[in-house]
């Protein structure tokens, strides 16, 4: 253990190490209004990263109206921070990002090739290593509990304030509400690298949830199945091309716009 402690203490010092997770869905508008108990309210959705190096969090929230919980999602996201990141800091040649075992979320061959591309696009080392199951707990939870204390609002605006505002010390949280119009679609195996990230082909061999890390180079994508394994190579495919995931807003059913309405008076009258 205390070695393990001492390699990670020497991974911050030497090379960005970021945790990400993702919080459970909010409803918005929050109040305590008997009225509003069995209203439909709209659903708002948060992805956060926290970098350990520098100590700063960085929150992502949109609601359902602008985008879903698919991989294509959390695949965007992640792809579109660390290049801004690596961008701003040209000398980051290497990134470490911990995450949990989530399956559509994490293990996904749309979040792989989206890791995929900004390796080759930026010419860096990037790995990805799953917490094992039992010891997810990291500080991407520390900032929820944070959040969660300071949450109230009747809009998703009101959330990002409150996410602004939530920690002082040592930084605030950086807060980016996102819109249907800011996400990109990896939709087809045709503008995908891999088809898959299974590291097995027949029954009995290990499979997605199995692996412990991937490493994203400019040749490809290597995986271990344990800690201590050396690195293996999958097979590289073809290049990316990147659409817009949505041409406009999401719908939402009459009988939540219609309970959204009705909440109008309870908040004017609060």
């Given at each position: 253990?205390?070695?393990?402690?001492?390699?990670?203490?020497?991974?911050?010092?030497?090379?960005?190490?970021?945790?990400?997770?993702?919080?459970?869905?909010?409803?918005?508008?929050?109040?305590?209004?008997?009225?509003?108990?069995?209203?439909?309210?709209?659903?708002?959705?948060?992805?956060?990263?926290?970098?350990l190096d520098e100590r700063s969090g960085y929150c992502y929230l949109?609601?359902?109206?602008?985008?879903?919980?698919?991989?294509?999602?959390?695949?965007?996201?992640?792809?579109?921070?660390?290049?801004?990141?690596?961008?701003?800091?040209?000398?980051?040649?290497?990134?470490?990002?911990?995450?949990?075992?989530?399956?559509?979320?994490?293990?996904?061959?749309?979040?792989?090739?989206?890791?995929?591309?900004?390796?080759?696009?930026?010419?860096?080392?990037?790995?990805?290593?799953?917490?094992?199951?039992?010891?997810?707990?990291?500080?991407?939870?520390?900032?929820?509990?944070?959040?969660?204390?300071?949450?109230?609002?009747?809009?998703?605006?009101?959330?990002?304030?409150?996410?602004?505002?939530?920690?002082?010390?040592?930084?605030?949280?950086?807060?980016?509400?996102?819109?249907?119009?800011?996400?990109?679609?990896?939709?087809?195996?045709?503008?995908?690298?891999?088809?898959?990230?299974?590291?097995?082909?027949?029954?009995?061999?290990?499979?997605?949830?199995?692996?412990?890390?991937l490493k994203y180079t400019e040749v490809g994508i290597s995986y271990?199945?344990?800690?201590?394994?050396?690195?293996?190579?999958?097979?590289?495919?073809?290049?990316?091309?990147?659409?817009?995931?949505?041409?406009?807003?999401?719908?939402?059913?009459?009988?939540?716009?219609?309970?959204?309405?009705?909440?109008?008076?309870?908040?004017?009258?609060?």
């Amino acid at each position: 253990m205390n070695a393990k402690r001492w390699t990670k203490s020497r991974q911050r010092k030497i090379i960005p190490l970021y945790r990400v997770g993702q919080w459970t869905f909010r409803r918005s508008p929050k109040t305590q209004a008997s009225c509003m108990f069995y209203k439909t309210k709209l659903q708002l959705h948060t992805f956060t990263l926290f970098c350990l190096d520098e100590r700063s969090g960085y929150c992502y929230l949109w609601d359902e109206s602008n985008g879903g919980l698919n991989s294509d999602i959390f695949a965007w996201i992640q792809y579109s921070h660390f290049k801004n990141i690596l961008e701003a800091k040209r000398h980051n040649k290497t990134i470490i990002v911990w995450t949990d075992g989530c399956g559509y979320q994490n293990r996904k061959v749309t979040v792989s090739n989206a890791y995929l591309h900004l390796a080759k696009e930026m010419k860096v080392t990037i790995t990805q290593k799953f917490l094992v199951h039992g010891h997810t707990q990291m500080e991407c939870d520390s900032m929820h509990s944070v959040i969660e204390r300071k949450i109230s609002g009747y809009c998703p605006r009101d959330y990002v304030v409150v996410m602004q505002s939530a920690c002082k010390c040592p930084k605030p949280y950086h807060v980016t509400q996102l819109t249907f119009a800011d996400f990109q679609e990896w939709f087809s195996d045709l503008y995908m690298y891999v088809s898959s990230i299974c590291p097995g082909k027949k029954a009995g061999d290990p499979a997605v949830h199995d692996l412990r890390a991937l490493k994203y180079t400019e040749v490809g994508i290597s995986y271990q199945l344990n800690f201590d394994d050396d690195f293996v190579k999958l097979p590289p495919r073809q290049n990316v091309t990147l659409t817009g995931m949505y041409e406009s807003r999401l719908p939402i059913k009459k009988r939540k716009y219609d309970d959204l309405q009705a909440l109008k008076y309870v908040i004017q009258c609060t």
